[in-house]
């Protein structure tokens, strides 16, 4: 016991301090470390394993949908960043500039990408002749850089890790649905494997991506009760093809402009796992994407035969889960304790006794529940048991989100809720910026989306009494 409250001392409970919570929990999880340069991180093996599951699954989903992968380079110039003008003016505070190639002064400033619109646009002008060359379904994984004031692991750094797709349509209905289409792939990257439910919506004129016609976005809610844009999907229309005359032959013989999209999903996920699914005793990994599904933890592994079963049992499970084995000389409390701090979804403990009794001990990562398992059901109850938890993961979120969402139809309503139960607040909007503007002022609170599915809260504004155009989801935000 004391073996246990030493390990866990040095983790901030999250409702003391949520901030230093996560900073714990990311650093002694063996996620990531700080480099030496502010706001860049080290993402460590554990971390890079996770995130190498999650690219997996999106990757094999996005290239199910039709895409191909491609990799455009790392610098733009400055004069091809500046031919779309709300697109370079609104990356202009987190753009990164080269301005010297060795000694020398450069004779034009280059951009380290903080996105790959311009990239895209400029070769899809080369390639685009005729509609038989559409649609372009083309996305890329790469690093990205955009200098961020405050930074925090994962959530917001200088250099990050995601996929961008950038495609290219005959027509504005065609982009609309691939706007469309690819939200909904991300949505169920989120639920389906990383047991996030998540509000589908569309962003703001004032929040959209800029340069785009409109975004599309998924939003989920973090345990404190602040949300995070989980992933967004732009409908780019015909401007950047009108910046950079993208034009095309259609079957008529006219010269027509394409229809773009744009959309990313980034390590950010990551930050949302661990803020939606972690405790005070460390990460919670939702089984599907956890790098190590089960972990053996050999007991008296200095007796005759217990290590020999513990590896024949983990050449056995390999078949079926992706499975580890601890044979470390190191406390088996001790064990314990690592392992709920990296979030494996299932401990199993096997010792002498066990053996004997034909029968290992299972615990859960996300109840704490033991049981005894026979050897002779092992494999089809660790499976059943990963299904139950990643199913319970997800409920559970979607308990406490619901629990954080509350109704405003007055401005003071709004506020007392806002600051009585930190969440989403459900409320009605003019459509004015004035009013966004107003709300963020004297709440902190923000748009979040304009969910697709809409329901009337009141007939007035939440802020200005006029009449109400759309209920918005309003909530603070990382």
């Known amino acids: 016991m004391k073996e246990s409250k030493e390990f866990v001392k040095s983790v901030t409970a999250m409702d003391e301090d949520f901030a230093q919570w996560y900073t714990d929990i990311v650093t002694k999880a063996d996620l990531v470390d700080y480099s030496s340069v502010r706001g860049s991180m080290i993402i460590r093996p554990y971390g890079f394993a996770l995130w190498e599951n999650i690219k997996q699954a999106l990757d094999q989903r996005i290239k199910e949908t039709g895409h191909e992968n491609v990799y455009m380079p790392l610098f733009i110039p400055e004069s091809l960043l500046q031919k779309e003008k709300d697109h370079i003016e609104g990356f202009a505070p987190e753009v990164a500039w080269v301005t010297h190639g060795g000694s020398e002064e450069l004779a034009e400033r280059l951009v380290v990408r903080p996105t790959s619109e311009v990239l895209f646009c400029e070769h899809y002008k080369n390639i685009i002749h005729s509609y038989r060359d559409l649609p372009k379904l083309y ?171 513990a590896y024949d049992l983990k050449e056995k499970l390999s078949a079926v889960v992706r499975v580890g084995i601890d044979a470390s000389d190191k406390k088996p409390g001790w064990k314990f304790n690592e392992y709920e701090m990296k979030g494996i979804p299932l401990r199993l403990e096997v ?26 059901q092992i494999e089809d109850r660790i499976v059943a048991l990963l299904d139950e938890i990643q199913k319970n993961l997800f409920n559970k979120a979607k308990a406490s989100r619901e629990e954080k969402t509350a109704t405003a139809a007055t401005f003071d309503e709004f506020k007392k809720n806002l600051s009585g139960n930190p969440g989403f607040i459900k409320a009605m909007w003019c459509g004015d910026r004035a009013c966004e503007d107003q709300i963020k002022e004297e709440t902190g609170a923000t748009s979040r989306c304009i969910p697709f599915e809409q329901e009337s809260v009141s007939e007035q504004c939440v802020c200005c009494g006029k009449e109400a155009k759309h209920m918005v989801y309003w909530a603070k935000s990382y």
């Open 139 to 309: 996305n890329q994984w790469a690093n990205v850089v955009r200098w961020e004031k405050t930074t925090r692991p994962f959530l917001r750094t200088l250099e990050f890790l995601w996929q961008e797709g950038h495609t290219a349509h005959a027509t504005d209905e065609d982009a609309h649905e691939e706007t469309k289409r690819m939200l909904e792939v991300y949505a169920s990257v989120c639920e389906e494997l990383l047991a996030i439910p998540v509000l589908r919506g569309q962003k703001t004129e004032k929040e959209k991506f800029a340069g785009a016609k409109f975004t599309y976005t998924i939003e989920s809610l973090m345990h404190d009760g602040k949300a995070l844009q989980t992933a967004t999907s732009h409908h780019l229309g015909d401007g950047f093809a009108k910046a950079f005359g993208i034009q095309y032959l259609d079957k008529d013989g006219n010269l027509q402009y394409v229809h773009q999209t744009s959309w990313g999903f980034t390590t950010r996920v990551i930050g949302a796992l661990i803020m939606v699914h972690g405790d005070d005793r460390g990460l919670v990994i939702p089984p599907k994407v956890a790098p190590t599904q089960v972990m053996i933890v050999p007991i008296a592994q200095h007796k005759e035969g217990v290590l020999d079963f």
């Open 351 to 376: 010792g002498p006794k066990d053996i004997e009794n034909n029968q290992v001990v299972l615990v859960r990562r996300d109840t704490g529940e033991k049981l005894f398992v026979s050897i002779d």
